[in-house]
């Protein structure tokens, strides 16, 4: 099993989550990523996905937004702007949030509207696969 470190996940709201972990698996901008203790030093993007937290053997899931993670070789620090587990996740305003993107990705709007609604989609998608995985309705 692999070595314990400190890692902390901070959004504006919160801290997150502060403990030891044996791995964590984040979604950046070039794939998934797993992070161990003693990892090379870095800071990366985060992107809206699922993460993934090995804790005393066991894996939990969560949601995550847009941010970054910098890595140290003892501890590593997640900053996001939305982090969720998915007992948190209301699937009903998740629905609703999908069905809203989607909506306005069929109106003609600018470039950047269009990148926002791409990104709400995303996160709506995220959501409701991690709230349904978790109660089990997929």
């Given at each position: 099993?692999?070595?314990?470190?400190?890692?902390?996940?901070?959004?504006?709201?919160?801290?997150?989550?502060?403990g030891e972990v044996q791995s964590v698996i984040i979604p950046t901008?070039?794939?998934?990523?797993?992070?161990?203790?003693?990892?090379?030093?870095?800071?990366?993007?985060?992107?809206?996905?699922?993460?993934?937290?090995?804790?005393?053997?066991?894996?939990?899931?969560?949601?995550?937004?847009?941010?970054?993670?910098?890595v140290r070789p003892d501890e590593t620090i997640i900053f996001s702007q939305a982090v969720e587990w998915p007992e948190e996740?209301?699937?009903?305003?998740?629905?609703?949030?999908?069905?809203?993107a989607e909506e306005q990705l069929r109106q003609k709007k600018s470039h950047q509207e269009y990148m926002q609604n791409q990104i709400a989609l995303a996160r709506a998608m995220v959501r409701l696969r991690v709230g349904r995985r978790n109660r089990n309705l997929e």
């Open positions: 099993m692999p070595e314990k470190y400190t890692l902390e996940i901070i959004t504006p709201e919160r801290i997150f989550f502060r901008s070039d794939g998934y990523m797993s992070i161990q203790k003693m990892h090379e030093p870095m800071v990366a993007t985060i992107v809206v996905g699922d993460m993934k937290l090995q804790i005393d053997g066991e894996w939990k899931q969560c949601t995550t937004t847009d941010g970054f993670v910098e996740i209301d699937l009903r305003r998740a629905q609703e949030a999908r069905e809203r």
